[in-house]
């Protein structure tokens, strides 16, 4: 699709226009032939662009696919921070370096289910970015533990 929606002749027509006005034969035949191709490649695959997307059908994303597959994520991140707290015995105590030991596990789980092709891309950056967010958010408050 990528191609069929390309500049079709541009640089062609582009090189064409660079020939020294002296010297090449026939220089005005072959910049007109450029643009020819140029302004038929763009009318011939513009006209049916619409057709060929429809021909390809894309794949659309299942919203109840997507649904599991975040819900399953946050099942993963769940059960990294639970480790970190049982092994740290923060039962209802959170200070800064158990949060920080928190996101560290979550943000390896998650690049562990990368490296394991667990979960789509879009989803994982996503997750990550929160992670990101959450830790810089957490590093600016300071306090006590910094």
């Given amino acids: 699709m990528l191609i069929w929606a390309g500049m079709r002749g541009a640089v062609t027509l582009a090189a064409a226009q660079t020939l020294p006005a002296q010297g090449v034969p026939h220089r005005n035949l072959l910049i007109f032939i450029a643009f020819a191709v140029a302004a038929g490649s763009l009318l011939i695959q513009g006209g049916t662009i619409g057709w060929f997307v429809k021909l390809l059908k894309p794949a659309v994303a299942d919203p109840s696919e997507e649904f599991e597959e975040r819900t399953k994520m946050m099942d ?3 059960t990294a921070s639970e480790k970190v707290i049982s ?3 923060a039962e209802g105590h959170f200070d800064k370096a158990t949060r920080m030991a928190v996101i560290d596990a979550q943000r390896n789980a ?4 990368r490296d394991d092709g667990t ?3 879009e989803v994982l950056g996503s997750a990550l970015t ?3 967010a959450d830790q810089i958010a957490i590093t600016l408050r ?3 533990d910094s």
């Avoid at 998650?110 to 289910?113: M, Q, V």
């Fill in 76 to 78: 993963v991140l769940r």
């Fill in 87 to 89: 092994e740290r015995g």
């Fill in 110 to 113: 998650l690049l562990d289910a």
């Fill in 119 to 121: 979960f789509d891309a």
């Fill in 130 to 132: 929160v992670l990101d």
């Fill in 142 to 144: 300071g306090g006590p």
